[in-house]
């Protein structure tokens, strides 16, 4: 009953296993057929990057070589900031020791150029005429101010000399003293051999020598164009500039010696109707008499300590500045009011600067 089991065919088939599909290459639902399933893709193949060179450090900058010239003219010193001498710098300089120093400021640095110009070196003696064809303008008192400017700036003798025939004030506003006179000087001016002994006719303001006028009105015209040129010849050799304050007028003797003379000139004015009239009429003259030269380079000076309502400042400073080289203004110093003896350390800021201004513009003209 109970017998083998018969053995299967060998050629019946084989059941095909399930594959479930996965969406994956190869996964084809029932089964995946190896013919079916399509080759690997082959890995991208990326460009080799290009082999970058290392970064080559910059060759120092070699340094010039110096020459025995530089370091003897002190090229291998570095450069230090001027130390501040007015102003809130100057205070900052002083309340620290010196140990923060912000420099000069813009006026300061102005003040120093214009006081190089002053000091440029000097080839001979140099004569500068201060004039006017009107009295009472401030023409002694601007050859003062000048005349002690430049003594005080630069290293060299600076004399002032009073040309006025009519006994001039310039030594009463400069030392005070009148005792020893032009005259005196041009009786002994043969026997003067050294500076030393030229003293003995001159007084001293600060640095600035004064060489009086003189002072006896009875004597007419005291100083002729021939005396003024025999004095100029001598003073050529013991200084460097000579400054003459001219007389009032133009056509006195003394005058004209003086014009043949002068390398630069002045003209003073006012800024009032009578002042700057005047002021015109003065160049006029000089055009007129051959001295269009000396015009046409003059400086023309307006001293406020008298000024006036009815005069436009900035159209007469066009006027005159059509007419000659540089115009320049003096302000009003009570220093300069009462006609005294004028001390420069009395003098307004703004009246030095004014006055240092004046000095580098005819500096300037020296060349």
Excluded at 172 to 178: A, F, I, K, P, V
Excluded at 238 to 249: L, S
Aim: proline residues 7%; charged residues 25%.
């Amino acid at each position: 009953m109970f017998g083998k089991r018969p053995a299967a065919k060998e050629d019946s088939p084989k059941p095909t296993p399930y594959v479930a599909s996965t969406g994956l290459p190869g996964a084809v639902g029932p089964a995946a057929s190896p013919d079916l399933v399509p080759p690997p893709k082959p890995p991208e193949r990326r460009r080799p990057e290009p082999e970058q060179e290392p970064a080559r450090e910059p060759e120092p900058v070699k340094p010039p070589r110096l020459t025995a010239d530089a370091i003897r003219h002190e090229a291998v010193v570095r450069g230090r900031l001027e130390v501040p001498r007015v102003g809130w710098r100057a205070a900052l300089y002083s309340m620290t020791g010196g140990r923060v120093n912000a420099g000069l400021g813009g006026a300061e640095r102005a003040a120093v150029a214009m006081l190089s110009r002053v000091r440029r070196p000097l080839a001979g003696t140099r004569h500068v005429a201060v004039t006017s064809i009107k009295g009472g303008v401030g023409k002694t008192t601007v050859a003062a101010c000048l005349g002690l400017t430049l003594a005080d700036c630069r290293g060299d003798g600076v004399i002032a000399l009073d040309a006025d025939p009519d006994a001039g004030t310039l030594a009463d506003r400069l030392s005070g003293e009148t005792d020893v006179t032009v005259r005196e000087l041009l009786d002994n001016l043969d026997s003067l051999t050294s500076l030393s002994e030229f003293g003995k006719y001159t007084s001293l303001a600060g640095r600035l020598r004064v060489l009086a006028g003189e002072q006896d009105p009875a004597m007419g015209e005291a100083f002729a164009r021939e005396e003024y040129q025999k004095v100029c010849a001598a003073l050529v050799r013991f200084f460097d500039i000579v400054i003459t304050d001219c007389g009032t007028g133009l056509v006195h003797s003394a005058m004209q010696g003086t014009l043949a003379l002068a390398d630069r000139l002045i003209v003073v004015g006012a800024p009032t109707v009578d002042g700057a009239s005047r002021a015109s009429k003065t160049l006029d003259w000089l055009f007129a008499h051959g001295h269009e030269k000396l015009a046409e380079e003059a400086v023309l000076v307006l001293c406020r300590d008298r000024t006036s309502n009815r005069v436009d400042r900035a159209q007469l400073r066009e006027h005159f500045a059509n007419r000659c080289r540089h115009v320049v203004d003096i302000p009003a110093d009570p220093h300069l009011f009462s006609g005294g003896q004028i001390l420069q350390d009395r003098l307004a800021p703004t009246t030095r600067r004014a006055f240092l201004e004046l000095a580098a513009i005819i500096a300037d003209g020296f060349e």
